[in-house]
């Protein structure tokens, strides 16, 4: 055997040793995701439900978001029965896991083997793991962006047209996931591009060769080739509603969006970008330099060097991703008093491997020095670690929202210890980039990955403890026969209402939301309900007996009591004689739902005398500040008050009458005009919605 021949042999087997080092890395942390996840409840509502019910409940065409190709993998976990959710998150951990040989062959380009296995694994143990703990999509992703990475990198060495197809084909797979792909697609496009001149430049073509017209034609293969399989594989799998680009719940968000002007959004903007600006510099401060100080070196993307476009790639694909969460949570800045200080960093966190091997890369890839350009960037990432300390903390981090930053607003000594070491090695690296780079990979990014678990840990085991809803909904399941889910009402306050949901299992319920405590008036008690589950310490309508009662929940077999149905009457129809409704006063005109009230009255005149034991089922909603206070129906001198929410829902409302009346009267408490409350031209007055009304009586 020659000298080659044998130092070639020895690469080969190094090669494979390390290919097992992280088949077996891969494995144990598996293993450990899967360990430390199973058995535990539930943990984002309503995200988790909605997902759910999509997957596993209802057919693709009914799904809201546009996420078809994971709703199709995860409905295989309804073989898992009540136990599904356990099914979902060891279908995540594998698709965490399953992303690694590609992050390990991109890292491969720029370090050696070992360097390149020790990378990938840590990320892997990025904060981004705790994903896998829940029924949503951020691992499936995790995976097609690390496939599409690769793509990207390793297709340099393919033809344009098939690396265009073939990143255009994945950009289009991930879109189905997660509709966020769709802005990775400017970026995706841009590289190609790129990849196209550096080609040109001598790397796998002849020098001085055409780039810019085949780097348009690929951008444009690849465009069209993701849209094809967004629309051809989204009507195969939901039909029509599958020809979408957002999804119903999506594009009522950029509807909504596009009614705020660009001045207008302008300082949510810039609060947002200065949050993750200083949020990332601690944690990542060092690769974010490496990164900033090749992009503009030409030694960076001369002849063979893999670090070009590896830069180039991990800045565009990085850069969308993070100007996505910026501009998302600059539409939202006035949803709430704290969703513009929102840090959604799961919008970009799946790139966060692409940063770390740029790190690595520094530990051997030492473009030419620019000492200038290398001090302004320390400069700005040292300005905006100290900016940090003092600011970050008035931003709401949530674990759920960004897991790799929930620390960072606190300033215990490991905290502070991240903080140091960090800026140390921001003027180490000044003088001695490679000393610099092993620092951040031997000491800064370990210290960050062991902060960040110990936030997700505490997490996890809050979510071993059982939630008065997991109870609820727990003892509901076993209680409640399937055949009566759909007509069981769940009392409960906000996402308490999801997680009950979630355990009884079934996508129509009847839902009211509650503040803890308060009671459950008798007339909120639909008339097809059958089951009342009321979580919180309701206090229930006088005479119903409890089946099973706690200080948390209680679960309640409604009585059914026998009714007449007189007549009923669909607002979105005119009164008219003949009908049960003949005449009205105090409505607006009809619409395809139903009828506005105009004013602070609402009189129906019917065409026959009501029973003297009236009951009226009203569906109906509450407009403004009418939300919540009291409306009053009254037959003659007989009356009752009722609440409404801005959701129309069914009240059943009981009046003793005389047995002549041929009137309603709805009082409405504060009637308002659009005009007055929101970016509107309506001038209407108005109260309450109706949608329908029934007429019945007991029967005797």
């Not at 197809?165 to 697609?185: D, Q, R």
């Not at 009614?259 to 944690?283: F, Q």
């Not at 070196?297 to 590896?310: C, F, M, S, V």
């Not at 009908?579 to 506005?596: D, P």
Request: glycine share 8%.
């Amino acid at each position: 055997m020659t000298p080659t021949s044998l130092s070639t042999s020895l690469r080969a087997d190094r090669s494979r040793i390390w290919g097992l080092v992280l088949a077996a890395g891969m494995a144990l942390i598996g293993w450990y995701l899967i360990q430390r996840t199973l058995g535990l409840y539930p943990g984002v509502f309503v995200d988790e439900w909605y997902y759910s019910k999509m997957a596993r409940l209802e057919p693709l065409s009914e799904a809201v978001l546009p996420s078809y190709l994971y709703l199709l993998v995860f409905s295989a976990t309804n073989a898992c029965g009540p136990d599904f959710l356990d099914c979902v998150r060891i279908g995540n951990a594998l698709f965490h896991v399953g992303a690694a040989p590609f992050l390990y062959l991109v890292a491969r380009r720029v370090a050696p083997a070992p360097l390149a296995c020790a990378v990938t694994l840590l990320s892997l143990l990025a904060p981004l793991n705790l994903y896998t703990t829940y029924f949503m999509p951020e691992t499936m992703y995790f995976f097609g962006f690390a496939v599409l990475a690769w793509v990207a990198l390793a297709g340099l060495a393919w033809p344009p047209y098939r690396h265009a197809l073939a990143a255009g084909i994945v950009l289009g797979l991930m879109s189905l996931v997660k509709v966020h792909a769709v802005f990775l697609l400017p970026a995706l496009c841009l590289f190609l591009v790129y990849a196209s001149w550096w080609r040109a430049a001598g790397t796998a073509g002849p020098a001085g060769a055409p780039w810019l017209a085949p780097g348009l034609g690929a951008a444009l293969l690849a465009a069209a080739s993701a849209a094809a399989v967004k629309v051809v594989l989204g009507y195969l799998l939901a039909g029509e509603a599958g020809v979408t680009l957002f999804g119903a719940f999506y594009q009522g968000g950029a509807d909504s969006a596009s009614r705020h002007t660009l001045l207008s959004r302008l300082l949510p903007v810039w609060i947002s970008a200065r949050g993750h600006a200083m949020a990332l510099s601690v944690m990542l401060a060092f690769p974010l330099a490496a990164l900033l100080a090749a992009l503009p070196r030409r030694a960076t993307h001369r002849e063979a060097n893999p670090l070009g476009p590896l830069c180039v790639f991990t800045g565009l694909a990085f850069g969308s991703a993070l100007g996505l969460a910026v501009l998302y949570t600059a539409s939202i800045a006035s949803d709430g008093p704290n969703e513009g200080l929102r840090l959604h960093s799961r919008y970009y966190t799946f790139a966060i491997p692409l940063l770390l091997i740029v790190g690595a890369a520094a530990t051997r890839t030492l473009p030419g020095r620019r000492a200038v350009l290398q001090a302004v960037i320390v400069l700005a990432l040292g300005a905006l670690l100290a900016a940090a300390w003092f600011w970050l903390p008035e931003y709401d981090v949530r674990l759920t929202d960004s897991p790799e930053f929930t620390a960072l607003v606190y300033h215990p000594i490991p905290v502070a210890t991240l903080f140091a070491v960090h800026a140390l090695l921001l003027v180490l690296w000044l003088r001695h980039r490679r000393a610099a780079a092993w620092g951040f990979l031997v000491l800064v990014l370990p210290l960050a990955l062991l902060i960040a678990d110990g936030q997700v840990r505490a997490y996890l085991a809050q979510l071993a403890v059982a939630s008065p809803a997991d109870r609820a909904g727990l003892a509901a399941r076993d209680l409640i026969p399937p055949a009566d889910r759909s007509a069981t009402m769940i009392v409960a306050n906000g996402a308490d209402l999801f997680r009950t949901q979630f355990y009884l299992d079934h996508k129509e319920m009847i839902l009211l939301d509650l503040p803890d405590g308060a009671a459950v008036e008798s007339y909120r008690l639909p008339s097809q309900a059958r089951w009342l589950v009321a979580v919180g310490g309701h206090a229930l309508p006088q005479g119903l007996v409890p089946a099973i009662a706690n200080e948390a929940f209680a679960i309640v077999k409604l009585p059914r009591q026998a009714r007449t149905v007189v007549g009923e009457f669909a607002f979105n129809t005119a009164p008219a004689p003949g009908r049960l409704i003949e005449h009205a006063e105090g409505l607006s005109n009809v619409e395809s739902w139903g009828r506005w009230s105009e004013g602070s009255r609402v009189v129906l005149h019917f065409s026959r005398p009501l029973p003297q034991r009236l009951v009226v089922v009203l569906r109906a909603g509450a407009f403004g500040a009418n939300t919540g206070l009291p409306f009053v129906l009254r037959a003659g001198t007989a009356e009752t008050r009722f609440r409404l929410g801005w959701e129309p829902r069914e009240v059943v409302l009981q009046l003793d009458t005389d047995g002549r009346q041929q009137t309603l009267v709805i009082d409405v408490p504060e009637p308002q005009r659009p005009s007055d409350l929101e970016n509107s031209v309506d001038t209407r007055l108005l109260g309450i919605s109706l949608e329908g009304l029934r007429i019945e009586t007991p029967v005797e």
